[in-house]
């Protein structure tokens, strides 16, 4: 199954986890700074593994608003 996903980043958390889910989006807060991409990789590893799919970043690489596609493996 494939599909996508609007996702709202909130960096520098005390810890990596879904905060909210609503129809349009899901707001995720992740443990790694938004420096060098780290917290890019971070929230791709943590939806990988939530959704146990393959993700991918599609739009928003800099933003704290991001749309993923995600392939169900």
Not at 15 to 24: G, S, V
Not at 50 to 70: D, H, M, P, T
Request: proline fraction near 3%; charge should be positive.
């Amino acid at each position: 199954m494939e599909g996508s996903l609007e996702i709202h980043v909130k960096t520098n958390a005390p810890e990596t986890r879904i905060i909210e889910k609503t129809d349009r989006f899901w707001r995720v807060a992740v443990q790694a700074k938004p420096l060098r991409g780290d917290a890019n990789k971070e929230l791709v590893k943590f939806l990988r593994e939530k959704l146990n799919a393959k993700v991918k970043i599609i739009r928003g690489f800099k933003s704290k608003k991001k749309l993923i596609r995600f392939t169900t493996k």
